[in-house]
Each structure stands twice: as structure tokens, then as C-alpha cells.
């Protein structure tokens, strides 16, 4: 099965911008749709991006649209997070997960079986 490794997160001012990578071991990397979930001080963990198997469909929530853009390097079992003009709001930790791939698509809310540790994100303001 996938093993999931976040990095990249840190300590940023309101407005800064921060790149989050989730490395990839242990599975077929293009075997998965892949996402990012944050999980803010307490609240639920939230789906905010995911990606197709080949990268061709992505989809991100409303909240984050324009400002986050989700990618990822099949070619280094890589996926990133590309976080700008970033808000208080957006302080938690940031948490790579996957799911297997039946088809090239992103579901509206994708349902993921692997996690990674997180990576902490905190804006300030």
C-alpha cells in the first residue's frame, strides 16, 4: 500500500505564499487520486483539492479557487500544493491522502483510505 509524506509547511505572514509536496512510496503512484485536507483547530478535516491519476481533472473548493493550485509529477511520485495570498483563515494542518483510481476523474467528495503525518501551515495576520 501508498505511504504518504507531507512537507513544506512553516510560518508565514497573511498575503505570503507557501508550496506544500506530499511524496509518494510503496504503491503504484498513478494507481491514485490524490488530495489535500486540511484539518484546522477544532473543526472537522475538510476536502479542499484533489487530482486525477493523470493530473487532466482537478477540482478545488470555492474557498481556495485562485488561490491554491494542486499539481502533481507522476514521474517523481509527487504531488504539491501551491498555496498564494494566504489568509489566517487557512492556519491547519495540511494532510496528503489517497484513494485508488477507478477511472480519470475527481469525484465531488472523494473518499480517501491512505493518510500522510500532516504538515503544519500557520498564517499570520
Known amino acids: 500500500q501508498v505511504q504518504l509524506v507531507e512537507s513544506g509547511g512553516g510560518l508565514v505572514q497573511a498575503g505570503g505564499s507557501l508550496k506544500l509536496s506530499c511524496a509518494a512510496s510503496?504503491?503504484?503512484?498513478?494507481?491514485?487520486?490524490m488530495g489535500w485536507l486540511p484539518q484546522a483547530p477544532g473543526k472537522e478535516r475538510e476536502f479542499v483539492a484533489a487530482?486525477?491519476?493523470?493530473?487532466?481533472?482537478?477540482r478545488v473548493v470555492d474557498s481556495v479557487k485562485g488561490r491554491f493550485t494542486i499539481s502533481r509529477d507522476n514521474a517523481e511520485n509527487t504531488m504539491y500544493l501551491q498555496m498564494n495570498s494566504l489568509e489566517p483563515e487557512d492556519t491547519a494542518v495540511y494532510y496528503c491522502?489517497?484513494?485508488?483510481?477507478?477511472?480519470?476523474?475527481?469525484?465531488?467528495?472523494?473518499?480517501?483510505?491512505?493518510w500522510g503525518q500532516g504538515t503544519q501551515v500557520t498564517v499570520s495576520s
Open positions: 510503496g504503491g503504484t503512484f498513478t494507481s491514485y487520486l
Open positions: 491522502a489517497a484513494t485508488y483510481a477507478y477511472n480519470d476523474d475527481v469525484p465531488p467528495s472523494p473518499q480517501f483510505n491512505y
Open positions: 487530482i486525477s491519476w493523470s493530473g487532466y481533472r482537478r
